[in-house]
């Protein structure tokens, strides 16, 4: 079977944190975020919950096994993206931009208005790998409550001013 992506299954829920936390080893190459490396995971609780909604990717290899997860729920006519995480050796490999792109297609067929996110403003596989795919930078003065109020809870639990952002992706209307 091919590489692909598809949606996470029930029993996949147990897998993801263990993918989470290597892919968050890409944190150890930037020292005032090396922190991160350690830091608590998606639980799979959470994880569960999420993949009962249909909102939750898993990029699975040749051999049928996952090596990447996106997780996301839909706010109204928002899908917001909580988590995306590629196992540290499968990085660089083109799986995040394709699980991006799923929640991208997702958004499309189901006729949503968006797709957000907060994400690192600086740290290259953050912010810039989500413009190149699309994704506008929400001006804080422009955030809706729902977004302001993320940035404000990830302020709140430490991060330096300005180092979190919140993007957008619209999803192109037809007329
Ligand atoms: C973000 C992440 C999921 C991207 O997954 P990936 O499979 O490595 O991504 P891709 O191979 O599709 O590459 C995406 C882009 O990021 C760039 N990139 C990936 N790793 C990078 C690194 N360590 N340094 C610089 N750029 C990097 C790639 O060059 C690529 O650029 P392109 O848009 O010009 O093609 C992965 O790096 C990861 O799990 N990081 C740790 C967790 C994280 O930061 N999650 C996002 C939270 S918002």
């Not at 995971?41 to 959470?46: A, G, I, N, Q, S």
């Amino acid at each position: 079977m091919p590489a692909q992506i598809r949606l996470a299954l029930p029993d996949d829920a147990e897998l993801l944190p263990r993918i989470e936390r290597s892919a968050a080893q890409a944190f150890r190459l930037i020292e005032e975020l090396s922190w991160l490396a350690d830091a608590a995971t998606m639980t799979v609780d959470r994880h569960s919950q999420l993949i009962g909604l249909s909102t939750c990717w898993i990029a699975v290899d040749a051999e049928a096994q996952p090596q990447g997860f996106l997780s996301a729920e839909r706010h109204g006519r928002d899908l917001h993206i909580y988590e995306l995480s590629v196992k540290q050796s499968m990085q660089g490999q083109g799986w995040g931009r394709k699980l991006v792109e799923k929640a991208m297609e997702y958004a499309r067929t189901n006729q949503l208005r968006s797709v957000t996110l907060t994400t690192f403003t600086h740290v290259p596989w953050n912010a810039p790998f989500y413009r190149r795919l699309g994704f506008q930078h929400n001006a804080a003065g422009a955030l809706d409550k729902r977004l302001a109020d993320i940035l404000a809870e990830e302020y709140g639990s430490g991060f330096e001013p300005g180092c979190r952002c919140a993007m957008s992706w619209l999803v192109p209307q037809t007329p």
